[in-house]
């Protein structure tokens, strides 16, 4: 028996257990390689990495040092007797392993994959190998399989509500923030709009990160259901939701990876929508040569299966097919992007006109699931809603009521890449973009990113700024300038 | 700049660093995620996973800690001025990206990746979604790509030898140590096998865990040279020695997933070999329903790729076929199976025949390597090198030179499965042999394991014994047995 201890460390999703090298009760001698244990002597068996200290102050020979994650999971008291074992491998490791053989699974072998991975049994490690092995080939119906299993047990009712709606982006376009736009025509309209966002996987700024620039996106079930009633729309993280976690980690092991799976996309999202409570969603699907979806046919692809892994799940949804050929607004980056929601909110001028028409395009869809609404007129609806000014005053009663973020600062450390010569921008290349962002801080720091002056289409004189580059580091300055010399991810055409 | 600590925590294989959650120089609030950082400073920068702590003890708001293997890698003094950066992705992350997608990837490409592994830029999650993607499909060249990326730079050269052989068993059959007695007779003879052995990885024992039990396994590449040059055979942990890295560290991970994959075994194995120096293999492929390689296709297939992998590589192999139906001698665990060994090189009357007979015919053929040896003849040499006692004196030599082991017991905990009828053993199945092996302590605990009785054919009445479970603690035994009294693992057949 040991000596529980807790052991202050934060691994982020990973359980450790911190043993000492002279620990008597277990012959750590043998132990030479990355070793599963489970720790006994709560209600439930805890799984952990073993990490190996030599050190008297982490823990002593006679104690089990668990972080913070493991000791939370074992729910014991410091001091409290423990023992442990070398952990058979989790319950569902020969369904794993059939899938990484190239197998498909049944539905109930994906619940208990992800009954595992929520109770901890996985490793990240495991986690990774699931992903990669299903990423590589997932039927429809295995989708389908996933996406239930990622629902679990807590779901949020709206019982008071024929209709609750949403929007989703598949993504991979800088800057496009239409959904807080949509939120605040839907709301104003007066159709409960609960948007579930995200911080960012692997661009410059999620949904999340840019309205916190504007409010407080952290909420819990009781504040989201009070914040829905008085406003009709929210704008929440969807981490700080009790629901989905399965899905919280498996995004959480995809981003560290770097690697992002359609079919996983697809499930997880679905399922978020799904335990938000969420019966009515337009998905949008951007296509173009640097969008996340190449082609048409591919979009299509993804189209059909939303549809279908919706229609067996009972959510209704418009999966829209549009332009992803350029990053959609000016402002790259938190900070940046919040700039121009505002901008189109309070219809001025200088707002992005390709972000306010697809805004408008997205929230005519979603007003058309309120039958009242006559089909062709979603569009015209929400254009009112947004000249009137109802849109903004909704828009400033959600802030207000999620709570009002303190102001926030564009980088102050700039630099213009400009053209070096006559033309018309050609192209603009999302990925490239998306990477000066990423490298000029954009998703460490709200205030970092980019400032896009031209868009494709645009004329260019030769020493004509192209974007503004801003950043809150010193070294991310420089590796952001130093990337965007060798490809600025504009190409300009020298026919004018 | 924060100062640098080292946090005295040995984490297998994973770099990790501690911030405290109160550090001013980087914002940790904005971690909410695996996260992962490079570290700045010493001659090349270190990734590593960053913790958050919360304990002053192990980092103050100024430091920031290090594991054994970041602070290793690093090369710095503890104080030393670092600072610390998100990290990109490693070099190869998109060579990485492309395999996941199902792509062929060439020989350089493989190289890459194999190189960021051992400079530490993939973290253990990383290395999974490698041998995971690799492993779902691999063309014949890509297992040579990797095979050669995976021999690394340094290779032991045997500048006086022209010839030298070593034997590997694909595996899979519990009990089947034919390696040391092969190693006694062919050192007997005179030919050079450094024979590279691995410990356990999803077995009861690996050959070094039962060599373990005879000898000290550890050598460096003097003390392996010195050992051939005296003796002209050595049973060695691969591990210790400093060859072939980046294939510890992709088993290591393989094994703490609990998976292996014939391509990533074929290629791991001939990387060993080939930078061990060694010119001439044997390699074991054992097929039964129970084996690993379950059909002869299956072990014709892995032929042809080894022969093809062989000759690009300029290594001689000879690929055998053998039978894989049933478990091969009668201990299963370290100390039992050393038990076997000894009476094999004893002439014992109790020593078991199929270990014994198939010891012969691989030494045999490993003998004819030598071309002075008339082909036929090596079958015959073998035997009599053996009941000639020169094989056990050539043992008890290795034994005293690579360091005598102290005298190892059998697990006290004992319990007799016996059969409920009287009958025929139809079959053995090795996958369930294994796992209440491993049960029984055996990965863990030299002494615990099995011990066989019966093999298939063998007689049995009503209540006489299969096999002996052999226990260290009381928790092993308990699992062993009742995984046992589930399914014993021998079919018994009632016809006599």
Redesign the interface.
Known sequence: MLSLKH????????NIA?LH?DCDTY?ID?I?????VEIHGGPVPVYA?L?????E??VSPGELGL?NEAFLRLNLPEGANVSL??AG?PPS?GIL?RK???NILSSSEYSSVVKDIVAGRY????I??F???S??FMTASEVLSLTEALIGDDVIRWDDENIVVDHHCLGGIPGNKTDIIITAIVAAYGLPMPKTAS?SLTSCAGVADTFAVLANVEADEAKLKKLIKENRGAIVDY?TLPIANASKIVS??E?????S?QQHIVSSILAIKLAAGVTHLVLDIPVGPSSRIKSTAEAMRIRKLVEYVGDMLSIEIDAVITDGSEPIGNGIGAVLEARDVMRILRNKEEAPQDLLEKSLFLAGRILEFDPKLRGGQGYHVAKEILSSGRALETMNRIIYAQGKAPQAQIGHLTRDIVSSRAGVVESIDNHQINKIGVLAGA???PGAGLDLLKKVGDFVEPGETLYRIHSVSA?DFAFANSYADGDSGYEISSKR
Do not use: C, H
């Open positions: 052991v202050a460390i934060n691994s982020f999703n990973e911190y090298k012959k043998d030479r390689d990355v070793t599963k990495f990490e190996i200290v030599d050190d102050t982490i972080n074992s070398l491998l490791a392993q990484i053989a190239g490793s990240n490690m495991d990774a190998s992903l990669v092995a990423g590589s911080r981490n959480s092991v981003r560290a990876l770097g690697i799976q998703s460490q720091y070294s």
